[in-house]
């Protein structure tokens, strides 16, 4: 058993040392029987309720879900010391994971533990390395060029455009291509494509995880039915990604050698004796992909690009930097994107802003200590990730979008490199998410295209007012529509060429 994560305090058994809490003497709001917490919160804004709670009761607290006791936890550093103590001490949820296989669906790496963990990541971080990722990029700009003429045509006609929707598809396109040599062209198609069915997956999942009550076990819904359906789509299309696979590696062997695709990595992996891993592990890994790839890339887009129309400073200094690479869109290299240090910033600012993922679901596998709090063995914990970097009294203006900040020297107020400890938006330790190199060369790309060929005429909700944030596993700008307007050729203007 690995030893109890531990901060540096000493142990309790000495006399000098502080007390140590147990869990149930944490703070919390007052739970009701059997539900829990659950009543006074709400599922689509779950994220803001902890966040609400824990400025109320601190950085160490406590709360039910149903009857599952939580503990929430904000210090940045005992969250990222958390994380570091996966897969053996910490893991995700055991429940959450029974809910995905409930569904029919199979959980790959993202939700495998211990040995069966082991042996699927290092399958999937060699398919992500930056190195690899680089050899991706031909792919990456055909799905752009699409892109291109999709928002092309939209401005020609005028038309306003779901942007989240437009966003899920370039990214869905995206993870197909790289991951499974799969060309599935949700963009130039409007017809039953597989964006549509995934869409239903992560909603579908979080509801369930906080309900209080399992009520599709007993009368399925017209949603329920509905997410059935889609799944059986989904899982169909696996199998048939698999099957493509297995039959280019068959027609060429010498393919077995140097897989072009992660899938067919992972299945050259899969066929060699000894290795521990079957069908189920690919199809888990093809459903891991898609469902990552195409949620928590394209949100980050929809967020910047909002960011970037609210803030028309902050939008010129990306075209000078733009605009200084002088190269057309067709010769954004890696090296070009690389050197795009102001809109990494922007990046880093909008992932500080506004995380994916704004809180870790974790479970303790052992009796340990997290802060001065005796945990028992299976306990929930939920790290919030945001919570420090939109403190005041760490970041100066914590509520503005200020992408300045990521270039400054490190600085007492979590400016610079300090930032970067506060804000740790792919998570950390052994499980850090290994497809972060391709969410950020596919968020670069998909902006410097927008910014190179189009000028953002509208980029925000029907209304006017500031886009919710909608809580469905993933946290999304809920209802943000774009409309854009075509950039003519070798168009300056003075913002632009001065930065002003």
Same mark, same amino acid.
């Given at each position: ?200 997956? /992560?909603? *579908?999942?979080?509801? %369930?995880?906080? #309900? $209080?009550? =399992?009520?599709? &076990? ?22 048939? /990604?698999? *099957?493509?696979?297995? %039959?280019?590696? #068959? $027609?060429? =062997?010498?393919? &077995? ?244």
């Amino acid at each position: 058993m690995a030893p109890a994560h531990t901060t540096a305090l000493p142990p309790a058994a000495d006399p000098t040392a502080p007390r140590l809490r147990s869990f149930d003497e944490l703070p919390g709001p007052r739970p009701l029987p059997l539900v829990g917490n659950v009543l006074q919160m709400r599922t689509d804004r779950f994220h803001r309720d902890l966040e609400d709670w824990a400025r109320v009761y601190g950085p160490m607290m406590r709360f039910r879900l149903g009857p599952l006791p939580v503990m929430v936890v904000t210090d940045q550093a005992l969250v990222g010391a958390l994380l570091r103590d996966r897969p053996y001490g910490i893991r995700r949820p055991e429940f959450a994971t029974e809910m995905l296989k409930e569904m029919e669906l199979k959980p790959g790496v993202f939700n495998a533990e211990g040995e069966a963990w082991q042996r699927q990541r290092r399958m999937v971080m060699a398919a992500f390395l930056p190195t690899q990722v680089r050899a991706y990029h031909p792919t990456l700009l055909k799905v752009a060029d699409r892109l291109e003429g999709r928002w092309r045509q939209a401005a020609r006609d005028g038309r306003t455009l779901d942007l989240l929707h437009e966003l899920m598809r370039y990214t869905v396109d995206g993870v197909a291509g790289l991951a499974f040599g799969a060309d599935v062209n949700t963009l130039e198609s409007d017809g039953d494509i597989i964006q549509q069915h995934l869409d239903k997956v /992560f909603p *579908a999942w979080f509801e %369930r995880m906080t #309900a $209080a009550v =399992p009520y599709w &076990r007993f009368v399925k819904l017209p949603a329920d039915r509905a997410l059935d359906r889609s799944v059986k789509v989904i899982n169909q299309a696996i199998d048939d /990604f698999i *099957a493509a696979s297995r %039959r280019r590696l #068959a $027609a060429d =062997p010498g393919l &077995r050698a140097a897989p072009r695709n992660m899938l067919d990595a992972m299945v050259v992996a899969a066929d060699e004796p000894g290795s521990g891993l079957n069908d189920d592990d690919l199809a888990g890994n093809v459903i891991t992909m898609l469902l990552a790839g195409e949620d928590t890339t394209a949100i980050t887009i929809a967020w910047l690009l909002y960011y970037l129309y609210t803030h028309p400073v902050v939008q010129a200094k990306v075209r000078v930097e733009l605009a200084s690479l002088d190269a057309a869109h067709a010769s954004l290299s890696p090296e070009h994107l690389a050197a795009m240090s102001y809109l990494d910033a922007c990046i880093n600012e909008t992932l500080r802003l506004k995380p994916v993922a704004p809180f870790q679901p974790m479970e303790t596998l052992h009796d340990m200590v997290i802060g001065d709090v005796q945990v028992p063995a299976g306990t929930m914990i939920m790290g919030l990730q945001r919570h420090e970097a939109m403190d005041p009294a760490k970041v100066p203006q914590p509520d503005v979008f200020l992408p300045e900040r990521w270039l400054e020297a490190e600085g007492e107020h979590g400016t610079g490199p300090g930032l970067k400890r506060l804000s740790i938006p792919f998570g950390a330790g052994p499980r850090v998410c290994p497809g972060r190199h391709l969410a950020i060369t596919e968020i670069k790309l998909a902006v410097a295209m927008l910014l190179k060929h189009f000028e953002l005429e509208y980029v925000g909700t029907e209304d006017g007012q500031p886009p919710r944030e909608l809580m469905a596993f993933t946290m999304s700008p809920l209802g943000l529509q774009m409309r854009l307007r075509e950039r003519r050729q070798g168009q300056r203007d003075r913002q632009e060429v001065t930065g002003r």
